[in-house]
């Protein structure tokens, strides 16, 4: 029915940036609702990033504040993350969480989906 891709992830020094990217593809998507980043290191927890309202609402994670920027395209369902001023802890695999309203066989479902994730690594 509906995925969602990440891309943009890679490899950068500390103090660098990247701009990570996140798309919902699908026939049956009638438009996105809440959408998020989250990020896991190796042996910890899935952890919230930020968030963003369909209305452009956003909320981040006290470690980010000030360096991450999260934005989205409704006209494209797409879902970003700028990170600035890296730093290692900042290594993790990202993943987008969208809700989605979906076109059902009768009426609408909002769903909710993950991506494959991408990897970020800040390393020297």
């Known amino acids: 029915q509906a995925q969602l891709v990440e891309s943009g992830g890679g490899l950068v020094q500390p103090g660098g940036s990247l701009r990570l990217s996140c798309a919902a593809s699908?026939?049956?998507?009638?438009?996105?609702?809440?959408m998020g980043w989250y990020r896991q290191a190796p042996g910890k927890q899935r952890d919230l990033v930020a968030t963003?309202?369909?209305?452009?609402?956003?909320n981040y994670a006290d470690s980010v504040k000030g360096r991450f920027t999260i934005s989205r395209d409704n006209a494209r369902n797409t879902l970003y993350l700028q990170m600035n001023s890296l730093k290692p802890e900042d290594t993790a695999i990202y993943y987008c969480?969208?809700?989605?309203?979906?076109?059902?066989?009768?009426?609408?479902?909002?769903?909710?989906?993950w991506g494959q994730g991408t990897q970020v690594t800040v390393s020297s």
């Open positions: 969480n969208a809700d989605l309203l979906i076109a059902a066989a009768v009426g609408y479902r909002n769903m909710n989906y």
């Open positions: 699908g026939r049956s998507i009638v438009s996105t609702l809440g």
């Open positions: 963003i309202t369909s209305g452009g609402t956003t």
